[in-house]
């Protein structure tokens, strides 16, 4: 089993910083396929990143591309997204999934407000 937990969320000011980061409790993360979802009030999750195990990031939303950044920390065992420039449409419940061999696996989330 796989437990996931996110932190990092809080209030934020528009163009503010915020780095979400996700600890996984897992002696093999570094085989999972690590990806970031976010959902606003009312509306569908969205995928917005992920990182291969070999590292590669990607964002899946094109939304935050040249502002958010996915990176993962295979000797700790966490994930994070690094969040600039940020914008009031990026108020969301932020969560952290891991995907191996079929089986995937989702934190509780954590609550990203952005407002001045």
């Known amino acids: 089993q796989v437990q996931l937990v996110e932190s990092g969320g809080g209030l934020v000011q528009p163009g503010g910083s915020l780095r979400l980061a996700c600890a996984a409790s897992?002696?093999?993360?570094?085989?999972?396929?690590m990806r970031w979802y976010r959902q606003a009030p009312g509306k569908e999750r969205e995928l917005v990143a992920h990182i291969t195990r070999a590292g590669g990031p990607t964002n899946d939303a094109d939304s935050v591309k040249g502002r958010f950044t996915i990176s993962r920390d295979d000797a700790k065992n966490t994930l994070y997204l690094q969040m600039i420039s940020v914008k009031p449409e990026d108020t969301a419940v932020y969560y952290c999934?891991?995907?191996?061999?079929?089986?995937?696996?989702w934190g509780r989330g954590t609550q990203v407000t952005v407002s001045s």
């Open positions: 897992v002696f093999t993360f570094s085989s999972y396929v």
């Open positions: 999934y891991a995907g191996r061999l079929g089986r995937s696996y």
